[in-house]
């Protein structure tokens, strides 16, 4: 039977995720993007090591799985808010909508409030043992944390205003909790048949990333979403 220092040893990493996703919204509070994201990312890392960890050493426990759902609410649902909220503050307002231009911003935290319940919603679904129903939060995060660092300059023109984020946030919002089925990435074997989407999608991601650079990481995040949508229509044909 593991000790009790092996026992915690996902629990410690799972921590860490919590604690790099309060610095992540600490940075981006203070308009701080580049920051936020990295600590977003870090957070990720984190994320994935804690699961591998604990199949690894054959560990889990109840408090385990309620704490990795508070880590990953705080850092792919608040963080993410927060950047988005920031970005509020800065933007171009049109003029009927500057008597709300203080409190628009709160809008941003249904980022926050849709990953919580997408995240309730993942521990009780049978159905997403091998694939997702609904976008994965650290997706949807790392879509609001490379928008914001590769489009900053755009987004603060005079060519995009707080409608249009707005409704971005409402939408992503949305699809946390929307009852559709997205692909994982996990390949069972490297045949073509059984993951064929997976290879498209990694091949035609590579020039977003390229043409795109940093913002390249949003638009990869859309082609998954875009991917998702063509593949649910073909298998329901």
């Known amino acids: 039977m593991p000790n009790a220092i092996v026992r915690n040893i996902p629990n410690a990493i799972t921590s860490c995720n919590l604690f790099s996703g309060c610095i992540a919204c600490y940075m981006a509070f203070h308009s701080n993007y580049e920051l936020a994201l990295l600590f977003i990312v870090t957070g990720a890392v984190f994320d994935f090591f804690d699961g591998m960890s604990a199949r690894l050493l054959r560990v889990s426990s109840p408090i385990g799985k309620e ?114 089925p997205m692909f994982s990435l996990k390949f069972k074997d490297l045949s073509w048949g059984h993951n064929k989407v997976r290879y498209i999608f990694l091949i035609a991601s590579i020039p977003l990333l390229v043409v795109f650079r940093l913002s390249g990481f949003a638009a990869v995040i859309v082609w998954y979403i875009l991917l998702s949508l063509l593949t649910y229509k073909k298998n329901n044909k």
């Open 67 to 180: 704490l990795d759902s508070l880590a990953d609410d705080v850092t792919f649902g608040l963080a993410p808010a927060a950047i988005a909220f920031s970005l509020f503050k800065e933007m171009h307002y049109p003029d009927f909508l500057l008597p709300m231009a203080g409190m628009l911003p709160y809008a941003a935290f249904l980022i926050a409030v849709f990953s919580a319940l997408r995240l309730a919603k993942f521990n009780l679904d049978e159905r997403q043992t091998s694939s997702f129903i609904g976008m994965p939060t650290p997706a949807n995060a790392l879509f609001w944390g490379s928008l914001v660092v590769g489009g900053h300059e755009f987004l603060v023109s005079t060519h995009f205003n707080a409608i249009y984020l707005l409704v971005l946030v409402i939408v992503m919002s949305l699809l946390l909790v929307a009852e559709l």
